[in-house]
């Protein structure tokens, strides 16, 4: 022991001749620390006593170097005859080699109380003290007043069957080898996270994995997220400012068989799949889309793999076969069939009533294959992957479904324009244009005479030619009202919107009479045109437009008329 004391933050010490740490220490009510702390060792033993009458437990009792110390200690609180258990967490020579040294000190009835696969090794220190199985009673010891010892497992850390206990009224949890540190600390009490530098170097060398140390810290932070203070066998004591971190910590720490991977090309491989195992188990807990999900999973991939892509199919009934690839953002693209390099399939599912057909390929450079390790995290994607893409064809079918709607609301049934909905885009009025207003001239008349069916022809009719007339992506073909059209000419100037409204107006004239048209009856418009300049109120720019046709029809019909022209500069036929 080099200069160990107790904490000026923990609860009462007795200080030795040497400013040693001297036990016992009651670290929580009725919950002593026991252990005996000897010079020069690395491990530093802890050993701790709950005070519950003739139901007394000694926990982690000692070596035997340590423990008589330890009984020293016991003797200053109670009769060692009131001890009916003793708990042993595992198995090392340090938690219970002492044993047989309290075979005649301890209950005529004490039990030692642990686990099968410690108690088949436990005979081998020659103690008299019966094994108490715990896996045989329910994982916890009644220790009266409402007071109990509550056990897990905590598996390979770093004893097969190792325990954690947790006594319900002090709320202290008792870790074994977990949580423990080579300490030269000069307090029984972790003051700050410097504690977690000699957990490190403990855990790294004694703890089997990684992943096997965050199960077993899992298990024991979601059985008892109450607890207070941590009471390891070696290092300092965690108090409950400290644990969060603590567990943290730790659960991020690599240890044993990940620190000889470098060594070992076969135990790489082995580790880089449980990595790739481990990173595509996260990347799929955080990825909500299809394309999302793939990406990132070929970004993991490529750690390992020559990956050229991820690619999948999916036969639906309503699209058939489609494919889902990087190289259109895995929108879905109908195909004809498999690509013929298509690589090794992962995942290959069959379609019932409720869902398509699936087949997942990895597409790896040429030469290369699925290294077995890795097929198996591979499968572990093929489900995510499944669900991804049901859920991706479940929001395609909706967001069409929708723009359809969108696209009907915003149309004219009768002439397939847009409707005077269609205006209030806001890139109308943001954008420079030019601005049509397009009357069919005596429509009233062409109804009263030949009747409605034939008015809604002679709108049809000029509506192909106006549609005819504008470019379809950018410019807006408008039916306005009954018999009035409205264009939009984007980045149009005077030239241009001259040039397509005297094109319409003439072309409508040319819309053959014959047929539902009697002869006598020529159809003609009368247009009006005007500028809209950028960010100006589109409703006064129609107005203009709309005076602008007024004096189209004043001047006799059949013409077009623009407003930046003095009124009778009218283009006439
Ligand atoms: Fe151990
Ligand atoms: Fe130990």
């Not at 489900?383 to 929001?395: K, N, T």
């Not at 005007?530 to 007024?550: K, M, P």
């Amino acid at each position: 022991m080099s200069g160990i004391s107790h904490s000026i933050d923990g609860p009462s010490a007795i200080d030795g001749p040497a400013g040693a740490l001297h036990g016992p220490i009651e670290i929580a009510p009725r919950v002593w620390w026991v252990g005996n702390l000897l010079p020069g060792d690395q491990f530093q033993c802890h050993s701790y006593l709950i005070e519950a009458g003739d139901q007394s437990v000694l926990i982690d009792p000692g070596s035997a170097i340590t423990i008589d110390g330890v009984i020293e200690n016991v003797r200053t609180i109670i009769d060692p005859t009131s001890i009916r258990w003793v708990v042993c967490h595992h198995a090392d020579p340090d938690v219970c080699a002492g044993l047989p040294k309290l075979d005649d000190l301890v209950h005529p009835d004490a039990r030692v109380v642990t686990e099968w696969r410690a108690a088949a090794l436990l005979v081998h220190y020659g103690s008299r003290l019966v094994p108490y199985l715990i896996e045989d009673n329910g994982w916890a010891i009644d220790l009266g007043e409402g007071r109990r010892l509550a056990f897990t497992l905590v598996p390979y850390l770093h004893f097969p069957g190792a325990l954690g206990s947790y006594e319900t009224s002090s709320k202290v949890l008792f870790t074994g080898d977990l949580f423990g540190g080579f300490s030269d600390a000069t307090s029984l009490w972790a003051s700050d996270s410097s504690v977690f530098d000699s957990m490190r170097r403990f855990h790294e060398h004694y703890m089997p994995s990684g992943d096997i140390l965050r199960a077993g810290l899992d298990n024991l932070h979601r059985r008892w997220p109450e607890a207070t203070m941590i009471a390891p066998q070696h290092g300092q004591l965690i108090p409950a400012p400290l644990m969060e971190e603590v567990f943290e910590r730790l659960s991020n720490l690599e240890c044993g068989i990940f620190l000889l991977a470098e060594d070992d090309i076969h135990l790489a491989t082995l580790l880089a799949a449980a990595a790739l195992e481990r990173n595509l188990a996260r990347a799929i807990l955080s990825t909500a889309s299809l394309p999302e999900l793939a990406e990132r999973a070929t970004t993991l991939l490529r750690e390992h793999l020559d990956v050229e892509r991820i690619e999948a199919y999916v036969r639906s009934d309503t699209e058939g076969l489609l494919r889902f690839a990087p190289d259109e953002h895995y929108a879905g693209t109908p195909v004809a069939s498999t690509s013929p390099d298509a690589g090794t399939t992962f995942l290959d599912l069959a379609g019932d009533d409720h869902t398509p057909a699936i087949r997942v390929y990895l597409v790896l450079a040429s030469g290369q294959s699925l290294p077995r390790q890795f097929a198996r995290a591979m499968v572990q994607l093929s489900q995510p992957i499944q669900v991804a893409l049901v859920e991706h064809l479940a929001h395609r079918d909706a967001d069409r479904e929708r723009a359809r709607i969108i696209a009907e609301s915003l149309t004219d049934p009768l002439t397939g324009l847009a409707n005077r909905r269609a205006l209030n885009d806001d890139h109308l009025a943001n954008d420079p244009s030019a601005i049509l207003m397009i009357d069919i001239d005596r429509f009233k008349e062409i109804n009263d005479e030949f009747g409605h069916d034939v008015g809604d022809d002679a709108l049809g009719q000029v509506a192909t030619v106006i549609r005819a007339n504008i470019r379809s992506r950018s410019d807006l073909g408008v039916r306005y009202g009954g018999d009035e059209f409205l264009v939009v000419l984007r980045e149009a100037d005077e030239t241009h919107a001259l040039d397509v409204a005297e094109r319409i107006r003439r072309q409508v004239e040319l819309i053959p009479s014959a047929g539902r048209f009697a002869a006598a009856m020529a159809l003609s418009v009368s247009v009006g045109v005007t500028l809209h300049e950028s960010h100006q109120d589109l409703g006064l720019s129609i107005a203009h437009a709309d005076e602008a046709l007024y004096q189209s029809k004043l001047e006799g019909r059949n013409r077009v008329s623009t407003t930046w022209a003095p009124p009778d500069a009218v283009i006439a036929r």
